[in-house]
């Protein structure tokens, strides 16, 4: 006989409706009593107040309650509403830590079905997962049909892995509290982060989550937070926004749905037809804009075809889009007048630098103007140091690589997109 874990009903919260709040940001809570318990939803909006962000919010959180349920429940309804920025999607406890099968069938599906609801209503919406953390002695009950929950490792890192890929699989965000809480039972075991219970949080397991939100939310360092509750030491407060800037804040990028990322070269004109070599990463959509009057909308392709009507010198610009972000790659295009042979010259210059192949998986040349250039250049990697372009390597992690070259007084620079 076929056997499924079952989880607990810890308790129960009432739902309390938000405070009216005067603010830009509009964020829903979807969860159950590991969102409700010291009333997560408000004590972020005050870490982000610290910050010099606001932020309004609703919530619909039942105690233990499950995607399933919130599917069918209030929380369908306040997502159709839409408007909002931000929705935080928290399953119960237990479930994403279950074994595949189980989580295949009762999990993932009703995850997407809830970011597609998301997505419908409010388009430039992020969801956000809100991955939990292992029970203080594991799943004691569950471990005799699933042993690794056992453990409070061996149930926190199921839930980081399904957390994770629910986010990837769903082009949504997801903020790291469990991997927080690890951090800081491994650095820090004299900070309780439990209640009696073992499982529902403490003001000081709350306030880590808190933090990591209103930086997931906003984007600011938690190292700028001021906010701490009363009843929360402050050595203990300190502590926590350190490792909420070492866990989160440094590693966003890691944590955070993927932005559009476009890339633009142009081929060498055949007469007056040019031909751009396009790399384009999570994008939905692509605008061109030709530089002579001719805008298009597009899908995402390898390569795209323009005749112009001239010779002349012409700035194109491409933005790739999807869910309301975007990227724009810019490339300047000269086509000169016929030479004595009767054939069209011209000159590329890809945001004032020629790079090829872009996107590629190694590091190329950097042209200007026929001339080997990459020894004078530098390169800003995606996350933010900048190098000389000749210390690169191959094995250099994928994303957008933004090149610089000084040259006859003025910095030229442009995109790589490194596969």
């Known amino acids: 006989m076929k056997r499924f874990l079952a989880f607990l009903v810890l308790s129960s919260y009432l739902f309390l409706p938000a405070p009216a709040l005067q603010a830009q940001t509009r964020v829903l809570f979807i969860g159950n009593s590991y969102t409700e318990v010291n009333n997560l939803p408000q004590m972020t909006a005050a870490v982000a107040s610290s910050m010099g962000y606001e932020m309004t919010y609703s919530s619909n959180t039942p105690g233990g309650c499950t995607f399933s349920q919130h599917c069918t429940n209030e929380s369908m309804n306040l997502i159709r509403r839409g408007g909002w920025d931000i929705v935080v999607l928290q399953e119960q406890s237990q479930y994403p830590s279950f074994p595949q099968s189980q989580v295949e069938a009762e999990v993932f599906p009703y995850?997407?079905?809830?970011?597609?609801?998301?997505?419908?209503?409010?388009?430039?919406?992020?969801?956000?997962?809100?991955?939990?953390?292992g029970r203080r002695d594991g799943d004691e009950r569950n471990a005799r049909y699933f042993p690794i929950l056992g453990t409070y490792e061996g149930m926190d890192s199921m839930l980081y892995e399904r957390y994770v890929y629910m986010a990837e699989a769903n082009d949504a965000s997801v903020c790291p509290v469990g991997r927080v809480w690890r951090s800081l039972r491994e650095n820090h075991p004299e900070i309780e982060l439990y209640q009696s219970d073992g499982s529902h949080p403490s003001v000081a397991g709350t306030y880590a989550a808190a933090c990591a939100f209103a930086v997931m939310f906003f984007h600011g360092d938690p190292l700028t937070v001021t906010y701490s509750p009363d009843d929360l030491p402050v050595e203990v407060a300190g502590v926590i926004r350190q490792t909420v800037h070492e866990v989160v804040w440094q590693q966003q990028p890691h944590w955070q749905r993927p932005r559009p990322e476009v890339t633009l070269t142009p081929e060498a004109p055949e007469g007056l037809e040019a031909t751009f070599l396009v790399g384009a990463l999570h994008a939905d959509s692509l605008l061109w804009d030709f530089g002579d009057g001719t805008t298009i909308a597009d899908i995402p392709r390898d390569t795209v075809r323009h005749r112009y009507a001239d010779t002349g010198v012409y700035q194109v610009t491409l933005i790739a889009s999807r869910h309301c972000m975007a990227d724009t790659a810019i490339a300047t295009l000269h086509i000169l007048p016929s030479d004595t042979t009767g054939i069209a010259r011209f000159s590329l210059i890809n945001s004032q630098l020629s790079i090829s192949p872009n996107p590629s998986a190694t590091f190329p040349d950097i042209m200007l103007n026929g001339k080997d250039v990459s020894h004078q250049a530098t390169v800003t990697t995606p996350d933010g140091r900048t190098f000389p372009y000749s210390a690169l390597h191959d094995d250099a992690p994928a994303g957008i690589y933004l090149i610089r070259v000084n040259a006859d007084g003025k910095t030229l620079q442009s995109k790589f997109l490194k596969l």
């Open 111 to 133: 995850a997407a079905q809830l970011v597609e609801a998301v997505y419908a209503a409010s388009p430039c919406a992020e969801p956000m997962f809100y991955m939990t953390w």
